[in-house]
């Protein structure tokens, strides 16, 4: 997995607060800091115009309590509250934050809040990746010690055949035939235009020009849809069909 850093800002009115958490936070590898603040007032004019993922946030201080400065960040941004009075623990959840460390915190409970605000951005960022591979428009593969580019758009299924997978192409009788498995396959292609229907295929869901019970008919071939992939196909069919 790739590792990623996140921008962190450190808000607290008590000075020997915000230090320890300061030195936190350059303990952290993953942690960059980008702005400490006395005040909420000073961190909302820097957030402004600066992008920060995360924001270890004090709740109570003058002037605007981290409670009410936390709904005022952007989406982007997740906090991270930390405070000397458990009464507030109900309220921070209530805003979505990632954790709640109660003072006085050691190194290793700022750590684990400092993970969890990992994991989640991680996550956000797999997930943004998926749909980018969800418009991929090409594959390369090695066939007969060559790299043939395939159109993603031209492929009408892919048939498995043990350790070898056959390329069915539209205006070509003749099928590429690769090294390759089809569930290293089946991650490599955009989940919303192609489908595994049966162990040995894998279908172009918009290629499809029939279905008759539980077969696909792709360019005249008959693929059956087996027991194990069809609730997965029938919830396509079902939101993708016009109800008359």
């Known amino acids: 997995m790739e590792v990623i850093e996140l921008t962190c800002m450190i808000v607290d009115d008590e000075p020997m607060a915000l230090n320890l958490v300061e030195s936190y936070v350059e303990k952290t590898p993953f942690l960059k800091l980008k702005k400490k603040c ?13 992008t920060v993922d995360v924001l270890f946030l004090d709740i109570q201080m003058p002037d605007l309590s ?31 934050a990632l954790d709640y460390l109660l003072k006085p915190f050691d190194y290793a409970e700022f750590l684990s809040a400092a993970n969890k605000a990992l994991e989640w951005f991680t996550l956000v960022k797999g ?13 390369f593969v090695k066939s007969e010690y060559k790299q043939v580019r395939i159109k ?15 390329i069915w192409l539209k205006d070509n009788p003749k ?3 690769t090294l390759m498995s089809l569930k ?18 894998i279908v172009s869901l918009k290629n499809i020009e029939i279905i008759e019970r539980s077969q696909i008919i792709i360019n005249k071939q008959r693929i059956t849809v087996s027991e194990q992939y ?15």
């Not at 997930?127 to 594959?139: A, W």
């Not at 993603?152 to 056959?166: A, N, Q, R, W």
């Not at 290293?184 to 040995?200: A, D, G, I, K």
């Open 38 to 50: 006395s005040s909420a007032i000073e961190a909302l004019q820097f957030i402004k115009t600066e």
């Open 127 to 139: 997930n943004s990746q998926t749909s980018v591979s969800d418009k991929k428009e090409f594959l």
């Open 66 to 96: 981290g409670l009410e400065f936390s709904k005022m960040l952007p989406k982007h941004t997740r906090v991270v509250f930390t405070t000397a009075f458990d009464e507030y623990a109900l309220e921070g959840f209530k805003v979505e």
């Open 152 to 166: 993603l758009s031209d492929v009408l299924y892919f048939e498995g055949l043990k350790d070898y997978i056959k």
């Open 175 to 177: 099928a590429i035939l």
């Open 184 to 201: 290293s396959l089946e991650e490599e292609l955009p989940q919303t235009e192609f489908m595994r229907v049966h162990r040995s295929f």
């Open 230 to 244: 069809k609730p997965k196909f029938l919830e396509y069919i079902n939101d993708n069909s016009l109800n008359s």
